[in-house]
């Protein structure tokens, strides 16, 4: 089955510590997206990224950092500039629209990272 | 700055009658809309989307209404069912291939 992939489900960090949450696509999508969801909140971008090898900042990049070495593959590090880690952390993708038009885009499961 | 607005942070509808989300939006160059629902500790699953270029789009009990002059959309839930129980998030971009826009979503409940 295609899909999204998000790992882990649930990550701890000590404070000072950066670590990289996964996500794996096998959609053929070109676009890959990063979201954080904090409680009572919609979702806000972190980073997309349209074309393998280039990304874009969104709204809350600070403390964050990705990579798009592979069409399937968009890591996100979440830094320890990042003042307050702790949150929903979801990844999305979608085909590229000049190629397919207007399409939704797909979320994985999420990864909850919580600060110890 | 908000560019999507829900402001109903929660609703409860009785099983079997019609359950009416809304969404406002601030942004004159948002032209693709979608609604996602969302449950606890699961990622966002996608509902049902309407481009601008139209006013309704329809998909089984989902209906979506998009009024442009007033940056008004609405979903429209009939018949609602207990399993339609979740958090449901309007979202907008400029257009699909770009970041999206949510609101802060709207918590449903049907209750038997």
């Known amino acids: 089955d295609g899909g999204i992939t998000q790992s882990p489900k649930y990550l701890f960090r000590k404070e000072g510590q950066n670590v990289t949450l996964s996500c794996e696509q096998n959609?053929?999508?070109?676009?890959m997206y990063w979201y954080r969801q904090d409680p009572g909140q919609g979702l806000r971008l972190i980073y997309y990224s349209q074309i393998v090898n280039d990304f874009q900042k969104g709204d809350i990049a600070e403390g964050y950092s990705v990579s798009r070495e592979k069409k399937e593959s968009f890591p996100l590090t979440v830094t320890s500039a990042q003042k307050n880690p702790t949150a929903f952390y979801l990844c999305?993708?979608?085909?590229?629209?000049?190629?397919?038009?207007?399409?939704?885009?797909?979320f994985g499961d999420g990864t909850r990272l919580s600060i110890l | 700055d908000q560019q999507v607005k829900q402001n109903s942070p929660s609703l409860s509808v009785q099983e079997g009658r019609i359950s009416i989300l809304n969404c406002d939006y601030t942004?004159?160059?948002?032209?693709?809309f979608l609604w996602y629902k969302k449950y606890p500790a699961e990622g966002p699953t996608f509902l049902i989307s309407?481009?601008?270029?139209?006013d309704k789009n329809e998909d089984g009990r989902f209906t979506v209404f998009l009024n442009k002059s007033a940056k008004h959309l609405s979903l429209h839930i009939v018949p609602s069912q207990p399993g339609d129980s979740a958090v449901y998030f309007c979202?907008?971009?400029?257009?699909?291939?770009?970041?999206?826009?949510f609101g802060k979503g709207t918590s449903l409940l049907v209750t038997p």
């Open positions: 959609l053929n999508h070109d676009a």
């Open positions: 979202a907008a971009s400029v257009d699909s291939g770009y970041a999206l826009n």
């Open positions: 942004n004159s160059m948002f032209d693709y």
């Open positions: 999305a993708s979608t085909r590229d629209p000049g190629q397919a038009g207007n399409q939704p885009q797909h």
């Open positions: 309407i481009s601008s270029i139209k």
